[in-house]
């Protein structure tokens, strides 16, 4: 089976501009939520969508949008980019079942630099 | 879902068992407790999870204390490859709002050649 992938690994943007990111979940897999992590911090929740809507949400402001596919794809949005958000965003698949445990499985993420 | 506290660093040799450790004073019986580790310039593994019992994979052994206030991570014969962040997380069992987690600064381990 595939693991997750995500693209682009890397770029650049400035200041205002925005920036879409995007990931294909492990087959099998329904629910994809995407992390954002700061240079020498743990990753941080954004958001996470399950059957096409967001389903959750870290507390991250609106500029900051997803989308999910009938396939379970996903993109990560960021308009009126700023410094501060250059990071590494990482998107995670897992399976939603009724057993309670809950494992994620990582892309290696898009690292984003705003100049 | 509660928070844990997990040393900032630790060494181990290669070849020896690496024991990490996470106290997680506040968990609620329904939290399970997980441990993913970050590889540099990697997404984060999964590696273990377990609820009140201890548990082994073919990665590691997850021990669980009876009070289920803290855990150890065992990885029983450390190879350089296992070099990296190490996340202790807990959160609840069944959570169909999100399936969130909440990730600390982690154990940093190094293994010593």
């Known amino acids: 089976e595939t693991g997750v992938t995500q693209s682009p690994t890397h770029l650049i943007k400035t200041r205002g501009q925005q920036v879409t990111l995007r990931c294909s979940s492990q087959?099998?897999?329904?629910?994809v939520s995407w992390y954002q992590q700061a240079l020498g911090q743990g990753p941080q929740f954004i958001f996470q969508?399950?059957?096409?809507?967001?389903?959750g949400r870290g507390n991250f402001p609106p500029r900051f949008s997803g989308l999910q596919f009938p396939n379970y794809s996903s993109e990560l949005n960021v308009n009126a980019l700023e410094l501060d958000d250059s990071a590494l965003y990482l998107c995670?698949?897992?399976?939603?079942?009724?057993?309670?445990?809950?494992?994620?499985?990582f892309g290696a993420g898009s690292r984003l630099t705003v100049l | 879902d509660a928070k844990t506290t997990q040393p900032t660093s630790m060494d181990c040799a290669e070849g020896r068992a690496a024991n990490l450790p996470c106290n997680h004073s506040?968990?609620?019986?329904?939290?399970?407790v997980y441990w993913y580790r970050q590889i540099h310039s990697q997404g984060p593994q999964y590696i273990i999870h377990g609820l009140k019992n201890n548990e082994t994979n073919e990665m590691a052994s997850l021990i669980i204390t009876e009070d289920r206030k803290s855990s150890t991570l065992i990885l029983p014969h450390a190879t350089l490859r296992d070099t990296a962040v190490y996340y202790c997380i807990v959160r609840v069992a069944i959570n169909f709002g999100n399936e969130k987690l909440t990730f600390g600064t982690g154990t940093r381990l190094t293994i010593i050649p």
């Open positions: 995670a698949s897992s399976l939603r079942h009724d057993s309670g445990a809950n494992v994620l499985t």
């Open positions: 087959s099998g897999h329904n629910t």
């Open positions: 969508y399950y059957r096409e809507e967001e389903n």
């Open positions: 506040t968990i609620s019986g329904n939290e399970y």
